[in-house]
Each structure stands twice: as structure tokens, then as C-alpha cells.
């Protein structure tokens, strides 16, 4: 079932978890190693124990396009296993926010387009009661909110590949050559996270979850 929250306290609370996958050189890719890519998604640690908490989405663009074709069918396909059907209805009824400046109409139901900056988008969502606030992707949007400490948890899967091309899931400097070993704490672009939950999967995948330090 949907979250459901009440009050001002409660709609102050809700927390952005950011949902990606990684393979091991630092790309934001899902490496598909069988035909079928969602075979152990019953054993799935990250979106399952979450969907009933969240009642946002919020995507990039590219994100947006690929997940409103596919999502909204998933779960009328009698293909589609249990997992991939549920997912399809969570995605259905939660407020999908999308942040594209050439995205003219919404391709799918419940969207909001975001021509502002994620903390002015963030604040509005904010404004009004709800559920957790599920950042899905992809990684330049993801890469927005963490470089304005906007994620309060950073939820990873890490795929047991190097794939050697792709979009990295966080920016590197454009010289990769730094002449410090230590980096100290409050060192600009730096932002520190706790470790709370991991889980190695029977793929060789590891699920991370981290909690955003704010002391």
C-alpha cells in the first residue's frame, strides 16, 4: 500500500534516497548477464523492502523516457514475474518528478516536468505530506543533488563487471594526477555517509545502503 504521513513534522522528515546501480569501475550501467535480467530480483535488498514508504520519484530525462516505456506495461505481461509486476504498479501511482528542459508533455501519468534546480524542486515536494522521495536516475540528476547535500540516503548495487565505458555514476576531476593523499574532513566537494545495510547477493552483486552524515 501507499505511505500516508500527516502533518507539517511529518512532511519535513521525508528523506531522498537515491537508488543506483554501479559495476565495479565506477559506471552507473546494469551489466545484463542473462537473457532474463530480472531473475534474482526476488532476493532484491534495495527497491522491495522500500516501495510501500515512497510515493515520489524523481528522474532525469533520459531516465524518464526509457522507464515510462517500459514501466507502465509490465504489469499487464504475463510474462513478467512478480517482481517487475509490483514494480509496475508502485511506479504507476507514485508522483513521478521529471528534470528535463526539452521534455514538452508528460508521457505518462502522475508527472511533474522540473525546470528549476533540484533544492527549489526539493522544497516544493516537501511542502505538501507524503512518503519517502525515491531518486531513480540517472546519474547526472543523482550527481545534482549530491553536489548540494540534498540525499539523505544512498542506496548502491555494485555489479560484479568492469565494463570499461559508460556514464560514471559520480565526477572525477578532469586531471586525474593530485598531489595529496589525505583529503581532510570539510575539503571542498567532500561529503561523508554512514554505513547501515549491506548484503552480498548470490550474482556476486553487493547491495550498500548509506545514511548521509550531517553531523
Same mark, same amino acid.
Given at each position: 500500500m501507499p505511505y500516508r504521513?500527516? &502533518?507539517?513534522?511529518? !512532511? !519535513?522528515? #521525508?528523506k531522498v534516497q537515491m537508488f543506483m546501480f554501479m559495476t565495479i569501475d565506477g559506471q552507473a550501467q546494469f551489466p545484463v548477464y542473462t537473457e532474463e535480467p530480472y531473475t534474482l530480483v526476488d532476493e532484491d535488498p534495495m527497491w522491495k523492502p522500500r516501495m510501500g514508504s515512497i510515493d515520489t520519484i524523481i528522474l532525469g530525462g533520459v531516465a524518464y523516457r526509457a522507464w515510462a516505456?517500459?514501466?507502465?506495461?509490465?504489469?499487464?505481461?504475463?510474462?513478467a514475474g512478480e517482481w517487475r509486476r509490483n514494480f509496475s504498479l508502485f511506479a504507476d501511482r507514485a508522483q513521478k518528478v521529471v528534470f528535463s528542459q526539452s521534455l514538452q508533455e508528460s508521457l505518462w501519468e502522475k508527472t511533474h516536468i522540473a525546470r528549476g534546480s533540484p533544492a527549489e524542486e526539493l522544497a516544493r515536494i516537501r511542502s505538501r505530506d &507524503? &512518503? @519517502?522521495?525515491?531518486l531513480g536516475g540517472g546519474p547526472r540528476i543523482a550527481q545534482s543533488f549530491l553536489a548540494d547535500d540534498l540525499v539523505d540516503e544512498m542506496l548502491i548495487e555494485i555489479q560484479p563487471s568492469l565494463v570499461g565505458r559508460g556514464k560514471p555514476l559520480f565526477k572525477t576531476a578532469d586531471d586525474p594526477t593530485f598531489a595529496e593523499d589525505v583529503i581532510p574532513v570539510g575539503a571542498? &566537494?567532500?561529503?561523508?555517509? $554512514? $554505513? #547501515?545495510?549491506?548484503? !552480498? $547477493?548470490?550474482?556476486?552483486?553487493?547491495? $550498500? #545502503?548509506?545514511?548521509? @552524515?550531517r553531523k
Amino acid at each position: 500500500m501507499p505511505y500516508r504521513s500527516y &502533518g507539517p513534522e511529518v !512532511a !519535513a522528515m #521525508r528523506k531522498v534516497q537515491m537508488f543506483m546501480f554501479m559495476t565495479i569501475d565506477g559506471q552507473a550501467q546494469f551489466p545484463v548477464y542473462t537473457e532474463e535480467p530480472y531473475t534474482l530480483v526476488d532476493e532484491d535488498p534495495m527497491w522491495k523492502p522500500r516501495m510501500g514508504s515512497i510515493d515520489t520519484i524523481i528522474l532525469g530525462g533520459v531516465a524518464y523516457r526509457a522507464w515510462a516505456s517500459y514501466w507502465p506495461k509490465q504489469k499487464d505481461d504475463p510474462k513478467a514475474g512478480e517482481w517487475r509486476r509490483n514494480f509496475s504498479l508502485f511506479a504507476d501511482r507514485a508522483q513521478k518528478v521529471v528534470f528535463s528542459q526539452s521534455l514538452q508533455e508528460s508521457l505518462w501519468e502522475k508527472t511533474h516536468i522540473a525546470r528549476g534546480s533540484p533544492a527549489e524542486e526539493l522544497a516544493r515536494i516537501r511542502s505538501r505530506d &507524503g &512518503g @519517502n522521495i525515491a531518486l531513480g536516475g540517472g546519474p547526472r540528476i543523482a550527481q545534482s543533488f549530491l553536489a548540494d547535500d540534498l540525499v539523505d540516503e544512498m542506496l548502491i548495487e555494485i555489479q560484479p563487471s568492469l565494463v570499461g565505458r559508460g556514464k560514471p555514476l559520480f565526477k572525477t576531476a578532469d586531471d586525474p594526477t593530485f598531489a595529496e593523499d589525505v583529503i581532510p574532513v570539510g575539503a571542498p &566537494g567532500r561529503h561523508d555517509f $554512514l $554505513l #547501515r545495510e549491506s548484503k !552480498a $547477493l548470490k550474482d556476486g552483486t553487493v547491495f $550498500l #545502503r548509506y545514511e548521509f @552524515n550531517r553531523k
